[in-house]
């Protein structure tokens, strides 16, 4: 009797990667089901996480997939790219770790990886090293320039309450409507008045919020603790 290699695909989009060329979820599929044809592989099923991240484990799918690689019912697992399983080295290491264990082995089809040897698993991790590496300091850059942009008064993200952008469109400025709302809310704070009760003051005064809308409880928070949190 041939022994049949048992395979899992496993796919994974986070919302705002969906209709990026190469990592739609279609696309994905195609991939794995070609390379467990060139493999000799049964596909047993094709595991999906829909606008997940790749933050870390804590998905539906990759909990099944992990819990069918411990109850060793898959040889092995087949990605379209590695990213797609994870973008931490610790949890890849830790992957790697468990299916070494469990006798499964891990295929990349863009990588064109196969942890199946020493050497595979060797490459695979160095590339995650790499790619966590770019991600860290992509962020830390990004983080630095909106710092400096910020120290320098330019707009950055959403516009506080309170404010908006210059004629030059590059910089913030007190909007004087806003500023006077801030100004009411700040009195009755001081007043000891509640949320619910400031919402319903500013409704009686005839303001409304930035998109026109009537007051509530909520809107009120919001700037409460946006204070709070500059205090």
């Not at 467990?36 to 047993?44: F, K, N, R, Y």
């Not at 092995?76 to 399983?85: P, W």
């Not at 469990?102 to 060797?122: C, F, K, P, W």
Request: charge should be positive; hydrophobic fraction near 40%; proline fraction near 1%.
């Amino acid at each position: 009797m041939l022994w049949t290699m048992r395979a899992i695909g496993y796919v994974r989009v986070s919302t705002d990667k969906q209709a990026e060329d190469g990592v739609s979820l279609e696309v994905q599929e195609v991939k794995i089901r070609a390379m467990g044809v060139v493999q000799g592989a049964e596909l047993l099923d094709l595991i999906v996480d829909g606008g997940e991240s790749a933050k870390n484990l804590v998905r539906p799918g990759m909990e099944r997939l992990l819990t069918l690689v411990n109850e060793r019912k898959v040889d092995t697992v087949i990605i379209a790219k590695l990213d797609r399983l994870t973008r931490s080295v610790k949890d890849l290491c830790g992957l790697l770790e468990l299916f070494e264990k469990r006798n499964v082995a891990l295929i990349s089809v863009a990588e064109s990886l196969d942890t199946g040897s020493a050497a595979g698993r060797l490459v695979i991790t160095i590339m995650a090293a790499v790619s966590e590496w770019e991600r860290l300091t992509i962020g830390e850059r990004t983080k630095a320039a909106m710092q400096y942009m910020k120290s320098n008064g330019d707009c950055v993200g959403n516009i506080a309450y309170g404010y908006r952008r210059a004629a030059d469109g590059e910089h913030l400025e007190p909007d004087p409507q806003e500023q006077a709302v801030l100004t009411a809310i700040r009195d009755l704070r001081a007043r000891r008045c509640t949320l619910r009760g400031i919402a319903a003051e500013l409704n009686a005064r005839g303001l409304r919020t930035r998109r026109e809308s009537a007051w509530r409880l909520e809107h009120v928070a919001r700037i409460v603790g946006r204070r709070k949190a500059r205090a």
